[in-house]
């Protein structure tokens, strides 16, 4: 048996297990509702988008129990997860705080949705506490933010958002997509509600789609009616899916941030790259607070090359082991241009007030050994140079 303050590694395994008939993990219900007693009542009634299914269940119990929060919910996607955080306190007049630079699909959602509902939303500085304090409103509800922002890694004051919120009665919600939990546990920051993409790291074998929303069970019942109204429901088999990819999640992270924090010291040493971006390295803007805050750095970097796009798409065409492919967090290595693929949407102005140039290519480091990976990136930085 596990108990909840048992280490990430123990839990990912065991918690949230379900052993019917001595079964060892616990098994597929490939069932869309489930019998009830004649006289039952209606709450009891068990129905795969009531999210109450043997595997659902099994799999939002492993979750809370990595996020050490109260309860657990899993959804469709990442983006059903994050709309079902976001969109259950919220009415007509209130008003959002969210940190600029989000993830596209969160940005669409914000940009684009919420004020077609009547919701304000002003995008705030990560770091700037008197800007948060001018831009709030009696009516601000929510405190939106991530841990880690794609592509340049920035991290926020994320103990002072937690705060904030708290000070100001908001519901603090962070997407933690970049740091599972064993490298970041939110609520240990003091956030009230943690998103995640299960797609990513959490499932870790780009098979499949899905997210999930941890938090105490009093809000996460408001979430849990949201995604019951609006039905993006995880399928038995997606979850059971997801139950083992996560029950290798620890050791794989301990590859990803090992190979990723030895791929950019390695890069940042390569003639023929102009720059390496990763939290782990000490010329990062905000390496002291990812220090303070995560163990492991994670496994997304970005670098450029000399010699602009053309360099850039020739090196991508050149390696061999990782594959170009949009997402990350999967047991294999991708690479993405941004520019060309999460931020293409924006005008080229507008990614270089960002940082984000047209050669800039974002790795998501995978577990393969760090020696293969290493000499591939140099035989395609030769090829190019
Ligand atoms: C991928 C991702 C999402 C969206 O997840 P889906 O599973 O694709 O819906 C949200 N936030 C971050 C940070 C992501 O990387």
């Known amino acids: 048996m596990h108990s909840n303050n048992m280490a990430a590694d123990t839990l990912a395994v065991h918690a949230g297990e379900h052993h019917p008939d001595g079964a060892v993990i616990t098994p597929i219900y490939q069932s869309a509702m489930f019998k009830f007693a ?120 994320l103990r002072g958002i937690a705060d904030f919120a708290r000070e100001h009665n908001l519901l603090s919600i962070i997407d933690a997509t970049f740091t599972p939990p064993c490298n970041f546990r ?71 941030n090992s190979n990723a924090q030895q791929l950019a010291h390695w890069l940042s040493e390569q003639e023929g790259v102009a720059k390496v971006v990763y939290p782990g390295l000490s010329g990062h803007a905000d390496h002291q607070r990812a220090s303070e805050l995560f163990r492991g750095f994670g496994g997304i970097l970005c670098f450029e090359l000399n010699g602009g796009f053309e360099v850039a798409s020739e090196f991508m065409r050149r390696v061999r082991i990782p594959l170009a492919a949009p997402s990350l967090g999967g047991v294999e290595s991708l690479l993405t241009l941004p520019a060309k693929s999460s931020h293409a949407g924006l005008s ?34 030769a090829a190019v140079g």
């Open 348 to 381: 080229e102005e507008a990614r270089r007030r960002m940082g984000i140039s047209p050669s800039l290519i974002r790795m998501s480091v995978g577990i393969e050994a760090f020696e293969d990976l290493r000499d591939d990136l140099a035989q395609a930085l």
């Open 38 to 157: 004649a006289d039952a009542e209606v709450d009891s009634l068990k129905y795969l988008r009531y999210n109450n299914s043997p595997n659902q269940i099994a799999l939002q119990e492993k979750l809370a129990a990595l996020e050490r929060t109260e309860a657990g919910l899993v959804c469709a996607s990442g983006m059903a997860a994050i709309t079902a955080a976001v969109m259950c306190t919220l009415r007509p007049g209130d008003h959002v705080l969210a940190q600029d630079g989000l993830y596209g699909g969160t940005l669409a959602l914000f940009r684009d949705e919420l004020p077609q509902r009547g919701i304000d939303l002003d995008f705030v500085n990560k770091d700037d506490r008197d800007q948060w304090r001018a831009l709030l409103r009696p009516t601000t509800k929510v405190f939106y933010c991530e841990s880690l922002t794609n592509p340049l890694l920035h991290v926020a004051d």
């Open 186 to 256: 939110p609520v240990d920051a003091g956030f009230d509600l943690v998103c995640h993409s299960l797609t990513k790291y959490l499932n870790g074998h780009s098979d499949v789609v899905g997210g999930a929303v941890l938090g105490a069970r009093a809000i996460m019942d408001s979430v849990l009616k949201f995604q019951k109204r609006y039905g993006a429901t995880m399928d038995p088999h997606t979850c059971f899916l997801v139950q083992r990819g996560v029950k290798t999640l620890v050791l794989r992270m301990e590859r990803i």
